[in-house]
Nanobody
Framework: QLQLVESGGGLVQPGGSLRLSCAGSGFTLDYYAVAWYRQAPGKDREGVSCISYPGRNTKIAGSVKGRFAISRDNINNIVYLQMNSLKPEDTAVYYC??????????????????????WGQGTQVTVSS
């Protein structure tokens, strides 16, 4: 089973920044669209952002638009989520997911979990003073 590895989470004060990374464990992200999701305690999973391969198309959720940005380094096989101006409501476990079949939009932040070929274990982001 393919596995992704996220890193970069942590505790940050409101207004601060973090950069999350997502890499394949034992496989490359070539030809995979990659998405970031998050889930806060007691809440449903929320799609945050996605990026197609090789990176021409991206999507971003309205709740983070203007603050978060997704990018990918196809040489080093890493997808990043840059998070700026963090707010307490951004506190959640952040997951990355990869699929070679993202549908018609080149990438999506609204796919069922089973549509992805790989998921990560998640990285905790806590925004608090």
């Amino acid at each position: 089973q393919l596995q992704l590895v996220e890193s970069g989470g942590g505790l940050v004060q409101p207004g601060g920044s973090l950069r999350l990374s997502c890499a394949g464990s034992g496989f490359t992200l070539d030809y995979y669209a990659v998405a970031w999701y998050r889930q806060a305690p007691g809440k449903d999973r929320e799609g945050v952002s996605c990026i197609s391969y090789p990176g021409r198309n991206t999507k971003i959720a309205g709740s983070v638009k203007g603050r978060f940005a997704i990018s990918r380094d196809n040489i080093n096989n890493i997808v990043y989520l840059q998070m700026n101006s963090l707010k307490p409501e951004d506190t959640a476990v952040y997951y990355c997911a990869a699929t070679r079949n993202p549908g018609s939009g080149a990438c999506s932040i609204a796919l069922d979990r089973g549509r992805y070929d790989a998921w990560g274990q998640g990285t905790q982001v806590t925004v608090s003073s």
